[in-house]
């Protein structure tokens, strides 16, 4: 592989700067509208997979360039056009290729061939960011004078992209914007071809054809998986869909049943006198998010309300009035605060589109829930709610719902963190009381590790007796726990046991409790979750894992409440009894592992394979020292920059209430910044290489420390603020770590093209499968050590780039070459 | 719907599937050798288990039952080779038949008597039915997918069991005209389980609830009516079969 040279570059045979960023601009909104897709059709945004897929294509592309750029470049015209074409013909046709493989991820543990069918699946979707990449590669590479105007063009094509995309699913749906994207490669192909002066008549019909026909005959659709809630709720006789919309904050589909209704009351007594009423079901992305019920005077009761384990606070005896439910959803506990006798009720949910549904379509059936007078309605994220606002409360009432199967155990929630429990009674009267509901497993896991965080945030508020503060209930499938900063009286304690006894809800933890007092109704063969609730409440625990599973408490650097293998003592199983045990590991990080598998072999294959095979490239030309510096500098970069760049959008998605503000913000700004600096960089002259990379370490070191201590107290301090004050402060938090980030990579490839031109594919190779795989891992790894330590970890591997040495000291050069 | 009111597309796709059952019903022999294998591994995982269910192995009754209903039968052609495996197995709309452990467990933890009634909640593939007909109960059936609850049916009858009753339909209320019930099975929990099948349950008689995912059944969750009509759960776990290591 060579540098463009003079002579090509003077012949002005560059593509257009309008198509490269038409190119980039799509294939980062392609890039965007996956995590839409893997959403809509399977259960999380699963950003890190999409820059995985992203990734993937672009190294395999960087390979494919090194091998065939010289061929390639003879032709300029006719492979941007050819590949301009290819990147929109295959948008449409590998987002409706990939729906037709049969992906069940939750089948791995069983099915070894779901694994080839998870590479499948990848293979497919990262086909056109390989297109894409050649365009950009190509024109990068075929033109030095221009070459500054094209990486701004592809630069701010990216962030065009991104912001055009945003303001289209305001009104739009992600198949519309995903059929869109064929018509802006066709563009970009089309002002290649005229720019370049090359007029294809056969390429351009044969395209037009291919995406005519697809929009005809493909009709692009994301289907949910037949295991989505919204699938099966569909596939039950007398389902009809009432409400289907699409909008910034998801999908958003209500389905009503006059056959088969739904009677959602979770946590409802095996004894309850009274039953729920028919609902409709309200589904996010395909995914249960509430019910409403029709409470109209005379229609139906809610009397049911008061038989759920979610009435507890009610039962206390102590004066509820003012009352914060946290993610409200579709209201159903702000209609339980009412009936059971809040004089007044703040509902917080941050998807506006919800609220339109319940204050709008269906304003009328639940009455009070949409009454000013009653309930305050807040469209934002619980927490940046209460960091605004100096309200206080005798009870806040938040419900932690997920997939009981455990594939959530590498899903984020920031709302039931340590620092969030402690905000929250912080806000409290000194009498008021916090309930947070969830679902059960056995063992305890999840209520497990949310008595710690409750333990860790009295302490946090001065109060280390936390036993006498916390309540805790159970039933067959659903837990509810109460914390107050007064403790529980006696009359209190004598209230929850006729709760209890009542409605057949089985004690888990009452100050002065004894263990006999935990199996009355629902008996296990030890009671279990008395003793985990006795472990981590009692004064001398300080561990954090309890018989396998994970007891320390959430916190916002590590905000995976349903993650819960203790790896410490599951290792130690395998040392003890050599077996391990695998039904102790979250199925959630069975798929990650099999993802980092897949990621890996296929960026093996794509990336490094085509270069071992085709061409020997690098080997004869240069020495063992060279090699290793270049390999190490650039799998270094490759995977730090993508574990920092995950990093920020984890921590940014509370902070800007909407994963897809904060994927889309960082990508584009890493993007645009890490871009100028890399720009920046080329401009200075190689002399002060070395100096630059120490420069960025040292940059990239101080927003290190800024990200672990500084970053959470000042998207705190801001979560309050608009929508676009919040995104531009993202963005110039992140500009200086992304503008630094981009000089170790030109830097390199400098010092690589002075010491050893031939391992130049080698380079944009490793780079590229360091970043796949990194792309996959960070999830799994963040969850781990924490993203406040991963982005630590990621500093310290920008920091060890100077001792790798690939730009030599001045005086050493010619001793290297 | 009742399926005696099944439309003519519905004649039509159970004729089709009649017709497909037909040719496959040899296709896969059973019992067989390989049938052979599966329910003694199933009865040697039982004895494992025991502490967390309370039996160390069947009883004959039950044995017999799950080894003489072809469980190939109820699953979907393409996936009919892992009709001998311990797992469960997709059979479409997003659902599974069980894992035959957790059959097994079931069906011992209901402790039927011939001529018992059982009312289940979730007809599925229709398995589970098949099995609790095959020891002599009369069972009551209630599905919300009519697709699911015709194959069923169809399945039901080429294999002769015709001590099972399916309706496609709301469950939550249960069976009202052929309540009370000597054991209840549910497999399609919403968030509750509807008060009214407590109603139904008589009193010493079980109700069991698999809670879990489609693939691993994380607990076992036991009500019992007392004659007094108090009730009390026993929750048994986690009988959770993984497949590199067997019984967890």
């Known amino acids: 592989m060579r540098l463009p040279d003079a002579a090509t570059a003077n012949r002005g045979t560059h593509p257009p700067f309008a198509g490269v960023a038409l190119i980039s601009a799509a294939a980062l909104a392609y890039e965007i509208l996956l995590t839409r897709a893997f959403a809509i059709i399977h259960w999380h945004h699963l950003v890190a997979i999409a820059i995985s897929l992203a990734l993937l294509g672009y190294g395999a592309s960087g390979t494919f360039l090194a091998l065939f750029g010289a061929r390639l470049r003879a032709n300029v015209a006719a492979t941007f056009v050819s590949q301009a074409w290819l990147f929109g013909i295959t948008t449409l046709l590998c987002v409706n290729g990939a729906q037709q493989i049969d992906l069940d991820p939750l089948a791995i543990a069983w099915d070894p061939r779901q694994i080839a069918v998870l590479a499948g699946a990848f293979l497919v979707l990262a086909t056109p960011f390989f297109f894409a990449a050649n365009c950009i590669g190509l024109a990068l590479w075929t033109s030095r004078q221009s070459l500054s105007g094209l990486y701004a063009a592809d630069l701010l094509g990216a962030a065009v992209g991104v912001v055009l995309l945003l303001i289209a699913l305001r009104t739009t749906d992600p198949e519309t914007a995903i059929a869109a994207l064929p018509a802006v490669g066709a563009l970009a192909a089309t002002l290649a071809a005229l720019a370049l002066d090359w007029h294809p008549r056969a390429v351009t019909v044969i395209g037009l054809l291919l995406i005519v026909a697809q929009i005809l005959y493909m009709p692009m659709h994301l289907s949910p998986s037949p295991y989505k809630d919204l699938s099966r709720a569909l596939a039950a006789a007398g389902a009809r869909v009432e409400i289907h919309e699409s909008g910034i904050g998801g999908r958003i589909t209500v389905v009503g049943n006059d056959v088969v209704p739904t009677r959602g009351a979770p ?32 229609s139906t009761s809610s009397a049911y309300l008061s038989q759920t384990l979610g009435a507890l606070p009610f039962a206390l005896g102590r004066p509820i009035d003012e009352v914060a439910v946290l993610r409200a959803a579709t209201g159903e506990r702000v209609v339980q605060a009412l009936d059971l006798g809040a004089r007044h009720v703040v509902a917080v949910e941050p998807r506006p589109a919800l609220y339109a549904i319940v204050c709008g379509h269906y304003a009328e059936l639940q009455g009070a829930v949409c009454d000013r007078q009653r309930v305050d309605w807040h469209t934002q994220s619980a927490r940046a709610f209460l960091a605004s606002s100096g309200q206080r409360f005798d009870l806040i009432s938040l419900a932690v719902d997920a997939d009981p199967a455990g594939l959530d155990a590498l899903a984020s929630d920031h709302h039931v963190t340590l620092q969030a429990f402690a905000s929250y009674l912080r806000q409290l009267d000194s009498d008021g009381v916090m309930v947070v509901e969830g679902p059960t497993r056995l063992p305890p896991r999840l209520s497990m590790r949310l008595l710690a965080t409750a333990r860790g945030a009295l302490a946090q508020n001065g109060i280390t007796d936390a036993g006498d ?3 805790m209930l159970r039933d067959w499938n659903r837990f509810v726990i109460l914390v107050s900063p007064s403790s529980v009286s006696w009359p209190e304690r004598q209230a929850v046991r006729n709760f209890a006894q009542t409605l057949a809800f089985e004690l888990v933890w009452l100050p002065g409790m004894r263990e006999a007092d935990a199996s009355r109704i629902q008996h296990q063969a030890v009671p279990m979750f008395y003793r985990a609730a006795r472990a981590m409440l009692a004064d001398a625990y300080r561990g954090d894992c309890y ?10 650097d590590r905000p995976f409440p349903w993650l819960s293998t203790c790896w410490r003592e599951w290792l130690q199983t395998i040392r003890t009894q050599h077996d391990a045990d695998w039904a102790g590991i979250d199925t959630g990080v069975l798929i990650g592992v099999a993802v980092i598998a897949v990621t890996g072999v296929t960026s093996l294959m794509l990336i490094i394979a085509p270069l071992l095979l085709l061409r020997r490239v690098g080997r004869e030309s240069a020495g063992a020292g060279v090699r290793l510096a270049t390999f190490a500098h650039f799998g270094l970069i490759g995977a730090a920059f993508i574990a920092l760049e995950i990093a920020w959008i984890d921590h940014l998605q509370t902070f800007l209430g909407n994963p897809l503000y904060a994927t889309s913000l960082v990508l584009a700004g890493f993007l645009l910044f890490a871009g100028l600096g890399s720009a920046w960089a080329q401009r200075r002259g190689i002399a002060g290489d070395l100096s630059l990379l120490h420069l960025a370490c040292t940059v990239i070191a101080v927003s290190g420390l800024f990200y672990m201590l500084v970053l959470p107290l000042v998207l705190t301090e801001a979560a309050a603020l608009p929508l676009w004050a919040r995104a531009a402060i993202a963005a110039i938090l992140l500009s200086p770590t992304a503008f630094a980030m981009g000089i170790p990579f030109p830097v390199g490839l400098r010092a690589v093209q002075r010491r050893a031109p031939a391992l130049l594919p080698w380079a944009w190779g490793i780079n590229g499968c360091a970043s796949v795989v990194a792309a996959a891992s960070t999830p799994l790894l963040g969850a781990e050590v924490g993203f406040r330590d991963l982005a630590g970890l990621a500093a310290i591997g920008y920091m060890l780039l100077p001792l790798v040495g690939l730009p030599a000291r001045p005086e050493m050069r010619n001793d290297l070459i | ?3 005696q ?19 496959a019903s040899d296709a896969v022999p059973w019992p067989s050798e390989a049938s052979g294998e599966l329910w003694d591994k199933v009865e040697q995982l039982i004895g494992i288990l025991h502490t967390e269910t309370g039996f160390a192995q069947l009883s004959p009754g039950v044995g017999a039952a799950l080894r003489e209903v072809p469980r190939p039968r109820f699953i979907p052609e393409r996936d009919r080779e892992a009709a001998f495996d311990n797992r469960p197995v997709p059979i479409g709309y997003g659902q599974t038949i069980s894992q035959p452990l957790i059959v097994a467990v079931m069906t011992e933890l209901l402790a039927l008597r011939p001529g018992d009634k059982v009312f289940e909640l979730g007809t599925g593939s229709g398995y589970q039915a098949a099995v609790l007909a095959a020891l002599g109960a009369h069972v009551y059936s209630v599905e919300i997918i009519p697709e699911l609850a015709t194959r069923a049916r169809v399945t039901l009858d080429e294999l002769g069991y015709d001590g099972v009753r399916i309706k496609v339909g709301d469950g939550y209320f249960g069976w009202p005209d052929e309540a009370p019930f000597d054991a209840i099975v549910v497999t399609a929990a919403n968030d509750h389980i509807p008060p009214p099948l407590i109603q139904q349950l008589r009193p010493g008689g079980r109700m069991v609830i698999p809670v879990g995912d489609r693939y691993t059944t994380q607990k076992l969750v036991i009500v019992e009516r007392d004659a007094d009509g108090t009730i009390q759960l026993h929750e048994l776990m986690p009988v959770t079969f993984v497949p590199l290591t067997g019984a967890r």
Request: net charge negative; no cysteine; aromatic share 6%.
């Open chain 2, 1 to 3: 719907m009742s399926i």
């Open chain 1, 547 to 556: 018989q396998g599973h994970r007891a320390d408490a959430i916190s916002d």
């Open chain 1, 469 to 471: 503060h916390i309540v």
């Open chain 2, 5 to 23: 009111h099944m439309p003519p597309v519905g004649w039509l796709l159970l004729t089709v599937n009649l017709f497909g059952a037909a040719l």
């Open chain 1, 267 to 298: 946590g409802l007594s095996l004894l309850a006198t009274a039953l729920p009423p028919p609902q409709r079901v309200v589904f996010v992305d395909g995914d249960r998010a509430g019910t409403i019920a029709d409470f109209r005077a005379g």
